[in-house]
């Protein structure tokens, strides 16, 4: 019995700290090991401070509890909570992953808040991915520093928990190779350094989410691919060690590192070539495969209005991670907006089509395009299409890690810049103290391209920060205050634009457009 015991506890305790406990003065040069993963449900920098004003409430509005700051954020920890069930389950990938029962069980509980709210035509509706479409996922992986005697007696191999594979990458067998590295992505060029038969390490300081350096990092890999490296690691430095996604079809075999792994990795590289130590080795394994035949689903509601057009107003439901920020505050705030319009004393002029929507992130099964498709009775006399998309997250100061002491700023975009929606925006942001950039754009990047084919206006307000698409993107990261402001935002701004001519919403192109067609003279 006490043998057994015993043995269990050696199998739980992770090599890197059984080896730093045991030899920390001499294994790996000396170097700290890695830590583990951060807490994929705390936030991985300081939220205890933070002070936001509270949401500017003008008169006559206090009466709106739905749409306050503390009853929004029950939902968003609701939200939260199917992708930690996920996590809780063992996937290696986790999140409300349009394709599997999280994504699921989230547009299940979208249509019972909107059933609930008392919307009317509820409905969970089902599509399925595009015939030639396939998803690429990965199912088990691993990514391990090889230790050597030469690196200090105790070295032993080391399972880097940040790294994660980018989609596209496949495997037909483990690989095992020297590693290389080749500086940061913001460098002028590749260094002349041979990295054929190598694994190349490179380096990514993003100032933003990982997303704003997609195209540097993933022209890179292919170029370092076309060189021969065997594989590409991709350290992300922000901070904590985290999972990030982002990045994809680099050409060969693409893994993105988290902060601490990253300096482990690159200060042993560097130790082992100042020590003439053989190289670090890594050892790469991947299960990947192309999914088809996968499902979808969007939720649908609406409240009637006085007439029968329609605004959408939409938020996508799916997310990877916990995705407070991507977007549980958009769907949270979604459901508040729909439980306001649903009450008598705010029955609004035009009909409201709510949809939480699935998809966002998984190929071939775009939410939207889908809603588009299959309700085109309800949809052809729509005039505005309005999209909730990361609208809460607190403001993290890029390079610091600390908060600002407001919400993170947000692109405002209207994609036919009609004056009237400007305006609108402007009046409501001001109204509310709802941060955007003062400069609004043409730019409806984020869910609504689906909605394209509506041939009618869209706009909505989002930001991309730091834990976009990462496993910091959690509930403490969201802004209370922030989730009411954008709730009464959203609010002020739909009931208005539900009363304005149509002509105001889509004014007539003098350029021909798909909108043109469309825009009631
Ligand atoms: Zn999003």
């Known amino acids: 019995m006490r043998t057994v015991r015993r043995k269990l506890i050696v199998v739980a305790v992770p090599a890197a700290l059984f080896t730093v406990s045991l030899h920390a003065a001499t294994s790996w040069f000396g170097l700290p090991a890695p830590q583990a993963l951060s807490d994929p449900h705390r936030a991985v920098i300081d939220v205890s401070r933070a002070a936001v004003a509270p949401a500017k409430v003008p008169a006559g509005e206090a009466g709106f509890a739905e749409l306050r700051g503390e009853r929004i954020q029950r939902d968003v920890a609701t939200i939260v909570d199917f992708s930690k069930q996920s996590f809780k389950e063992g996937n290696r990938v986790w999140g409300r992953v349009t394709g599997f029962p999280s994504a699921k069980a989230t547009i299940d509980w979208s249509a019972q808040q909107f059933k609930a709210a008392g919307l009317q035509r509820v409905e969970v509706q089902e599509y399925a991915a595009g015939a030639d479409t396939a998803m690429w996922w990965a199912t088990d992986w691993e990514a391990k520093v090889l230790a050597d005697a030469a690196y200090g007696a105790g ?128 050892q790469l394994k991947l299960s990947a495969q192309r999914l088809t035949g996968l499902k979808g689903h969007n939720a649908i509601g609406i409240v009637p209005g006085k007439s029968d057009e329609n605004i959408v107003v939409n938020a996508h439901a799916d997310g990877w991670y916990d995705a407070a920020g991507d977007n549980a505050d958009g769907l949270a705030v979604l459901v508040a907006l729909a439980r306001h319009f649903a009450l008598p004393a705010n029955k609004p002029d035009r009909t409201l089509v709510f949809v939480a929507s699935g998809g966002h992130h998984s190929t071939g099964l775009n939410g939207p395009a889908n809603v588009v498709k299959m309700n085109e009775a309800l949809l052809k006399n729509s005039v505005l299409v309005v999209n909730l998309e990361h609208i809460a997250q607190y403001e993290i100061v890029a390079g610091e890690w600390k908060l600002s002491g407001r919400e993170q700023p947000m692109n405002f975009g209207v994609d036919n810049s009609a004056p009237y929606l400007l305006d609108l925006g402007k009046r409501a942001m001001e109204r509310y103290g709802f941060n955007l950039n003062p400069t609004f754009t043409t730019s409806v990047a984020g869910d609504l391209g689906g909605y394209a084919p509506l041939g009618v206006a869209r706009l909505q307000a989002i930001h991309s920060g730091p834990m976009y698409h990462a496993s910091g993107d959690v509930l403490e990261t969201i802004s209370v205050p922030g989730l009411e402001r954008a709730a009464r935002f959203y609010a002020y701004l739909v009931s208005e634009a539900a009363k304005a001519p149509r002509t105001s919403i889509n004014p007539a192109k003098s350029s021909s457009g798909s909108a043109s067609a469309l825009a009631a003279p």
């Open 155 to 282: 070295s032993e191999d080391i399972v880097l928990k940040t790294a994660v594979p980018t989609s596209g990458s496949m495997m037909a067998a483990p690989v095992t190779a020297p590693l290389v590295f080749v500086g940061a992505i913001t460098d002028d060029k590749l260094p002349d350094v041979d990295v054929k038969g190598k694994i190349a390490v490179q380096h990514l300081k993003p100032s933003r989410g990982a997303f704003s350096e997609r195209t540097r990092t993933v022209d890179r890999a292919k170029a370092l691919t076309e060189r021969g490296a065997v594989a590409i690691l991709n350290v992300v430095e922000q901070t904590g060690n985290m999972h990030t996604r982002d990045f994809g079809n680099c050409g060969a075999p693409c893994f993105n590192i988290g902060t601490a792994d990253g300096a482990f990795l690159e200060s042993a590289i560097a130790r082992a070539a100042a020590a003439k130590a053989p190289p670090v080795r890594v």
